[in-house]
């Protein structure tokens, strides 16, 4: 049995990063367990997880990608 490599968001485009957000919202709405679906995507649970959890906030819809780093003039 082979595990599939696990993406790395922190170096993908932001159109990938909200190319996942898309798919993960679709098995999220699906009604898909958060486990399966980071099996599925090739994603860590964790973040699967998160973005569950801003799905159900956002009542199902998605969600703008934060910014991240430090806030600019800091």
């Not at 995507?41 to 799905?55: E, G, K, M, P, Y």
């Not at 703008?64 to 600019?72: D, H, I, T, V, Y």
């Amino acid at each position: 049995m082979t595990r599939n490599k696990i993406i790395n968001l922190k170096i993908a485009t932001a159109k990938a990063r909200k190319h996942y957000r898309e798919l993960a919202l679709e098995a999220f709405n699906a009604g898909k367990s958060i486990y399966q679906t980071a099996k599925e995507l090739s994603l860590t649970v964790q973040t699967v997880s998160n973005w569950f959890r801003r799905f159900s906030k956002n009542k199902g819809t998605l969600f703008l990608e934060a910014k991240r780093g430090p806030a600019k003039g800091k």
